[in-house]
T-cell receptor, first 113, second 114 residues
Framework: AQSVTQPDARVTVSEGASLQLRCKYSYSGTPYLFWYVQYPRQGLQLLLKYYSGDPVVQGVNGFEAEFIKSNSSFHLRKASVHWSDSAVYFCAVSFNNNNAPRFGAGTKLSVKP | DPKIIQKPKYLVAVTGSEKILICEQYLGHNAMYWYRQSAKKPLEFMFSYSYQKLMDNQTASSRFQPQSSKKNHLDLQITALKPDDSATYFC?????????????FGHGTKLSVL
């Protein structure tokens, strides 16, 4: 079955620390992969996306993600978080052409000052 | 200046009633979507439309009916409302209904069914 999993519901890090938010998917083919961020009382905004090419993709605000096909993963990383990065982060996957992306459960990131 | 307008922002309804959630996008996009977010379930895909035609429907209940009167409109009619329908409903759009397109989201309509 096709699915996307974010195993960590909540992550807390200190400001200035590095960050990794995990995302794994289940699909036999090569999916389209996205990370979105949701700030309080707002809709989702795209951070980055991947389909092919360099498996490390750069996004906005210093975020990057790495596609590891052998692990079916697309983890999000940031070298040094800021308090304003506190938000809910969603991994999303499109499994076939013309299919709208399906979202993981989200990871709520809290950055401590 | 929001490019995807969802109305109303908040909506309170009684069980058994009917409501229409409005979505208009001013991005010139050809594809529009509805997603639902609740405490019980994370962001859940409901419908996708392309050029005003239904492309995908993952909503089991016929109580949810999208309505596209214009290319940049995709409203959501919900009949016989139940408390379990309480959620925030997000409208989104993309240039085309292609899997690698980024979605642009509205701010959502928070529906509470009493």
């Amino acid at each position: 079955a096709q699915s996307v999993t974010q195993p960590d519901a909540r992550v807390t890090v200190s400001e200035g620390a590095s960050l990794q938010l995990r995302c794994k998917y289940s699909y036999s083919g090569t999916p389209y992969l996205f990370w979105y961020v949701q700030y309080p009382r707002q809709g989702l905004q795209l951070l980055l996306k991947y389909y092919s090419g360099d498996p490390v993709v750069q996004g906005v605000n210093g975020f990057e993600a790495e596609f590891i096909k052998s692990n079916s993963s697309f983890h999000l990383r940031k070298a040094s978080v800021h308090w304003s990065d506190s938000a809910v982060y969603f991994c999303a996957v499109s499994f076939n052409n013309n299919n709208a992306p399906r979202f993981g459960a989200g990871t709520k990131l809290s950055v401590k000052p | 200046d929001p490019k995807i307008i969802q109305k109303p922002k908040y909506l309170v309804a009684v069980t058994g009633s009917e409501k229409i959630l409005i979505c208009e996008q001013y991005l010139g996009h050809n594809a529009m979507y509805w997603y639902r977010q609740s405490a019980k379930k994370p962001l859940e895909f409901m419908f996708s439309y392309s050029y005003q035609k239904l492309m995908d429907n993952q909503t089991a209940s016929s109580r949810f009916q999208p309505q596209s009167s214009k290319k940049n409109h995709l409203d959501l009619q919900i009949t016989a409302l139940k408390p379990d329908d309480s959620a925030t409903y997000f409208c989104a759009s993309s240039q085309e209904n292609i899997s690698n397109e980024r979605l642009f989201f509205g701010h959502g309509t928070k529906l509470s069914v009493l």
